[in-house]
């Protein structure tokens, strides 16, 4: 049976979906004014591997991630720019999509932009001021009114006086409490190019924790199973988000909230201010996407993920190893016996909270028994239980020949094929000694052959 340590309780609990065979689960999306770095990885990564194993568990699966389409930053980046927010917001959504599909993420069943929702999150800030917990603040924005929501902060374990307003929550004297938090910003001037929507309130714009909650009640019910998103989120987002639907609808939320590990870069945390952060894209230039994403997924997703090029170096040395245990069979069948052994394993820490360690470490007995037997059927079960993760559906060759650390540009790629064609002439004619000379020569230059009953292919040492 899957467990799930639920970071409101913060304990593993056996799952048990609201509905029967079903699962609704919503994960916070990327605010897209950039392209998406490496915590925005591990988010889409660490969740599409969730949503495939309910999925691959014969859970009926609803899984929605926003995007935030309207912010502050946007509308700073768009005016920068000089180009309208719908462009440039626009624009990074179809970087975001490259980015997700290079990493082999699958699409969400819904996608909702914070902009489609404005009139659901009117109707919930109504509904929050008609039970007193909203208030109009002296600067005209709509004000949630933390102290009056008796559970506040249990989902951060922190008091009210040991909270304090997050980053993006301006703490003004027009507040009734510091700690309360914007429902609706009210428009500042009368601009005609401002961003802002009419309201019941004066025309303005929702704030940023008000978007989930709407759009999560509108696609998945005012109560579902799993809500996702990286530990920054825990506070003060998320925590708003459980303010707001609870206070909103009378009713708990959510049952199991998840939270992914951050993202350190040589031990320290990935910050612009120190020079240390990297898109998607900056890494990409330098390593196959898959690798990217085995290194994702071997480490547990509540750890911290420490990124350095050493530590993608090795993801993609251990990477190869599994590719080269399906290289000289042909597996029969990529589907998974789950009555065997190692898929019993495989299933057993997938159930313990998602432990791709563990399921990780399985893949690589499979891989040692597939090396040693040369059995189809071990080597079948190795690419089924990877296909579980999202690996090894790529034709093993096509990996190990140089496409590690990126494309080899063609007029290398011809050239070595032209000196393995020529290896295999002198061998032909039993000129042993000059076969050897070109493998020498190749191995020199990084690139290892290896003979299989398919033919010579190649790849870097």
């Given at each position: ?97 490259e980015d997700a599909d290079a990493l082999g993420v699958l699409r969400p069943d819904h996608e909702p932009r914070a902009t489609e929702y404005v ?343």
């Amino acid at each position: 049976m899957l467990h799930i340590h639920n970071t409101l309780t913060r304990r593993k609990e056996a799952f048990v979906p609201i509905d029967p065979g079903k699962v609704r689960m919503y994960v916070c999306g990327m605010t897209v004014y950039d392209y998406c770095h490496l915590g925005h990885a591990r988010v889409m990564v660490v969740f599409d591997m969730v949503a495939r194993w309910l999925r691959a568990s014969g859970f009926e699966l609803t899984y929605v991630r926003n995007i935030t389409d309207i912010d502050d930053k946007i509308i700073r980046r768009a005016g920068e720019k000089g180009e309208s927010i719908r462009t440039l917001t626009d624009r990074f959504i179809a970087a975001m999509h490259e980015d997700a599909d290079a990493l082999g993420v699958l699409r969400p069943d819904h996608e909702p932009r914070a902009t489609e929702y404005v009139a659901q999150m009117q109707s919930l800030i109504g509904r929050l001021r008609d039970k007193g917990l909203a208030y109009v603040a002296g600067n005209r924005d709509v004000c949630y009114s933390v102290r009056k929501f008796d559970s506040y902060g249990r989902l951060s374990g922190k008091s009210l006086d040991e909270l304090r307003a997050g980053e993006r929550v301006e703490v003004a004297g027009d507040k009734q409490d510091p700690l309360d938090f914007v429902l609706w910003k009210h428009a500042r001037t009368d601009e005609p190019d401002e961003v802002k929507w009419a309201s019941p309130w004066g025309a303005g714009r929702p704030g940023w924790h008000i978007e989930c909650s709407a759009m999560s009640s509108d696609l998945l019910g005012e109560q579902f199973d799993i809500h996702g998103g990286g530990q920054d989120l825990q506070f003060p987002h998320h925590e708003n988000e459980i303010a707001q639907s609870e206070g909103a609808h009378g009713h708990t939320f959510v049952n199991y909230w998840m939270h992914n590990g951050f993202v350190r870069v040589d031990d320290e945390k990935m910050s612009k201010s120190l020079g240390n952060f990297f898109t998607i894209r900056n890494v990409l230039e330098r390593f196959d996407p898959e690798v990217v994403r085995f290194f994702i997924l071997r480490a547990h997703y509540r750890s911290p993920l420490n990124y350095s090029d050493a530590h993608l170096e090795d993801a993609r040395q251990a990477l190869t190893r599994l590719y080269t245990a399906l290289r000289n069979v042909e597996p029969s069948d990529a589907q998974v016996d789950w009555d065997e052994p190692h898929a019993v394993r495989f299933r057993a820490a997938m159930d313990d909270d998602f432990n791709t360690a563990e399921a990780v470490a399985v893949l690589f007995e499979l891989a040692n028994e597939a090396n040693r037997s040369g059995s189809a059927a071990i080597a079948a079960q190795l690419k089924g239980l990877g296909g579980v993760l999202g690996l090894l559906a790529r034709e093993p060759a096509n990996f190990l020949q140089g496409r590690m650390a990126g494309e080899p540009d063609e007029g290398e790629g011809v050239a070595i094929e032209s000196m393995i064609e020529r290896r295999a002439l002198a061998k032909k004619s039993k000129d042993y000694a000059e076969a050897d000379r070109i493998r020498a020569q190749l191995l020199a230059a990084g690139i290892v052959l290896e003979d299989t009953p398919q033919g010579t292919i190649w790849r870097r040492a």
